[in-house]
């Protein structure tokens, strides 16, 4: 296309942006008007895709980082014929797959759900390392991103990390328009101040006019032609650009426009330019490849293995099964063992550091473009990457998450490093897995399960060593329990997982031996809950105690209450869990202060029994 037509391009995005928005009566307008010149020449001049073919595998990937912005992506859909103009109109109806912010899960053009500002272009750095570590197809990661979103810290850890891995096949376009949701930004249009900022993470960056299309068009050009380093495009533009009632004027953010039909005509009126998008280079589709039959590691009964240590021989185990596994860390990879698939698999390791933000959007990166990651960090420090985490289900990512070093049982480091929020925080996400093995057995089998699952999984694992109590050929589907001590005259029921299974074992023998029997449930699987174990035991011993290494909102307690929704009567339930703030002690000090060893789960299942002697 020649200028004219870029820029008339340009027009056409503006009006359509306009017109979705006043259908629907709500939306972001002006903001998709303030980057429709630098969508119209990415598009036109320098966009690979097949709109037929979204996995093909050398198409270049687009991330709408400014998620707000829908209203331009949908005008440039219809542009290039995925969409057409009654479709377009039906922008945010219910139904509709015109989402306020999109997402994969209703668009196939669509890599990752955006909204949560500051996450596009974390996860346009994971599907850049997927396409220059491993596809190696010779596709681009296009992230569009407004000015605004760049005060989150996450986009800084994902422009330091773009910067060293050397990420030349990603390139973000920063819309500087000025203008946020209440006001004017930061930095408002010191493009140079944009400039420093990436600079200082060894990017190369382009400052130019994001409304003089032949400007725009050499700065992709520039981008394109840069070897060893990312790009930045800085482009100042005007909000609401080309309708003097709006343009450059704050308190319209979020608004349709006050008179889309003056506003329509004032830009020339509705047009329908079609764009030919050139086609994506030849390349080969992405399998995933198998060297042949799973061969998990196993333990002798009574073996003292940590579930840490459990899940990094399993990981690489499956790794050297399945050549679409990766494996991601936070530089904590010798405490979580990520290190071993390291050692194992190199080239299908990403070394994430300590940002857990980039972590998680690196995992949700990767398994866009079909690779299976598992990505480890403490549990506790996944509590900064549960906006990714929100975002990930919200885009259907299929991603594995362990938290290692999890609840009290740590000991000495203190709560600071204690995961005792991490199974609620993962049970509340909209179709998670959560699971909490506790030995070496359960966890090599489960680890290999998550691989198979969709959606998030949450794997959560312990610092020390614990038995060995499953023997090899032992299975545990998701969705399961393992009933460990059983009798008709059984008085209550003990349920634990991960370390608690152990103290409550150690509790059902004491108690037996004061003629007080038990049932000893192990609650592996927190989410999905195996509800018929739980109300049978109910049924059968008239009271259930959970015994968790975690705060008792939202934990095993709470999952065991799932079984219990239906409408029929709740049996009488007590909740062992860490009720105080710990401070620093060895791992038994610390159970036995909070009440979840076994002289504290024997003594809560005394009083329920009404068989506490008084001393």
Known sequence: MKSAELADLGQQLRVDSVRAADAAGSGHPTSSMSAADLMAVLLAHHFRYDFDRPAHPGNDRFVLSKGHASPLLYAAYKAVGAIDDEELLTFRELGSRLEGHPTPRRLPWVETATGSLGQGLPVGVGIALAGKRLERTGYRVWVLCGDSEL????????????????????????????????????????????????????????????????????????????????????????????????????????????????????????????????????????????????????????????????????????????????????????????????????????????????????AVGLAARGFVPYAATFAAFLTRAYDFVRMASISGAGINLVGSHAGVAIGQDGPSQMGLEDLAMMRAVHGSTVLYPCDAQQTAQLVAAMAGLDGIRYLRTSRGKSPVIYGPDEEFPVGGSKVLRSSDQDRLTVVAAGVTVHEALAAADALARDGIPVRVVDLYSVKPVDRLTLRRAAEETGCLMTVEDHHEEGGLGDAVLDAFLDGRPVPRLVRLGVRTMPGSASPEEQLHTAGIDADGIAAAAKLLVEEAIVR
């Open 151 to 362: 005060a989150e810290g996450s986009v800084w850890e994902a422009a330091e990390h773009a910067g060293h891995e050397h990420l030349d096949n990603l390139t973000v376009i920063v819309d500087v328009n000025r203008l946020g949701q209440r006001g004017p930004t930061r930095h408002g249009h010191d493009l140079d101040a944009y400039a420093r900022r990436f600079q200082a993470f060894d990017w190369h960056t382009v400052e130019v006019d994001g409304h003089d299309v032949d400007a725009v068009d050499r700065a992709y050009g520039e981008a394109l032609s840069t070897t060893g380093q990312p790009t930045a495009i800085l482009a100042r533009t005007l909000k609401g650009k080309g309708v003097e009632a709006v343009q450059d004027r704050e308190g319209l953010h979020g608004k349709p426009l006050p008179d889309a039909d003056e506003a329509i005509a004032e830009l020339g009126g509705p047009r329908d330019l079609r764009i030919e998008v050139r086609e994506p280079p030849a390349a080969r589709m992405l399998h995933a490849v198998r060297a042949g039959h799973l061969d998990l590691p196993t333990w002798d009964l009574g073996e003292e293995i940590a579930t840490r240590d459990a899940y990094g021989h399993a990981l690489t185990a499956l790794g050297t099964a399945r050549g679409d596994v990766v494996a991601l860390d936070g530089e904590v990879g010798d405490s979580t063992r990520a290190e071993l698939f390291a050692k194992e698999h190199p080239d299908r390791y990403f070394e994430c550091y300590i940002a857990e933000q980039q972590l998680v959007a690196a």
